[in-house]
């Protein structure tokens, strides 16, 4: 009897019941597409340490003995101040900062390169190469 006076009303609480319920099952990760989960995964990207990078940029005559830590990460310095490299705890954007420079992602490593030497641009991109081929 209280159902006949109030037909719309029931049909709306079913429907946002059926949507509530749609948007849970939906949500489970067993019916994600393995695309997205491919492409969410951070875990399957190569993490480099800062001691890691350190070793590739010495190898190659780059030193980055200068470090300034934030929360998301360290970003490594040397004696050529057109140069750094940032070190992210997690994923970085892909975003380029700056649209002249060489600028390059490997993993969790950003690497920035502005300054004008061709010499310093093919040893910064020879360390790229081997935190690539690591």
């Known amino acids: ?13 079913l429907g946002i019941v ?3 319920t749609a948007i849970f099952v939906f949500s489970m990760p067993m019916y994600r597409s393995p695309i997205d ?3 969410l995964d951070l875990s ?4 480099y340490s800062a001691a890691d ?19 998301t990460g360290i970003t490594l310095g040397g ?6 490299v940032f ?16 600028e390059q992602r490997v993993g969790n490593v950003l690497v920035h390169y502005g300054g004008a030497d061709r010499g310093v641009l093919a040893r910064v ?6 935190l690539r081929g690591s």
Request: charged share 20%; no cysteine; hydrophobic share 50%.
């Open 37 to 39: 989960r491919t492409m």
């Open 1 to 13: 009897m209280l159902v006949e006076h109030f037909p719309v009303s029931v049909g709306v609480v």
């Open 125 to 130: 991109r020879a360390a790229v190469a081997a």
């Open 53 to 71: 990078v350190r070793h590739a940029f010495s190898i190659r005559g780059l030193r980055l003995p200068a470090a300034t830590a934030a929360n």
């Open 18 to 20: 059926v949507a509530v």
């Open 44 to 47: 399957a990207r190569h993490h």
């Open 79 to 84: 004696t050529d101040p057109d140069l750094y």
């Open 87 to 102: 070190v992210g705890k997690g994923g970085l954007d892909s975003a380029p900062r700056d649209r002249t420079a060489f």
